[in-house]
């Protein structure tokens, strides 16, 4: 599992270079206060962006790499969340009962 954090860094890395560019382009194309000229060459520079420079980032638990019941708080899979917060490990974390 990972291989699955190993790729999801190296997409990171890959998505940065073009993140700032992209992110421009993208806001000036949707700004209605701009000219439409300038909004639709930005349109047109963005779909020139490759696919996979468009990738989409995944999170993923810190600890077991699992994406599913990902909580974004904690950086931890739901299942880590209930065993780590029941253990006493994560602060101000209790079981609850009723």
């Given at each position: 599992m990972r291989y699955l954090l190993i790729r999801q860094l190296n997409r990171k890395r890959r998505f940065k270079t073009v993140e700032t560019k992209f992110?421009?382009?993208k806001f000036i194309s949707q700004n209605q206060k701009i000219i439409s000229?300038?909004?639709?060459e930005a349109s047109l520079l963005l779909s020139k962006f490759s696919k996979k420079s468009r990738v989409?980032?995944?999170n993923h638990c810190f600890l077991t790499s699992r994406n599913r019941g990902y909580l974004r708080f904690f950086n931890l899979s739901r299942i880590q969340v209930r065993d780590l917060g029941r253990n006493?490990?994560?602060p101000h974390v209790y079981k609850s009962s009723w």
């Open positions: 992110l421009a382009l000229s300038l909004r639709w989409r980032l995944k006493g490990a994560l």
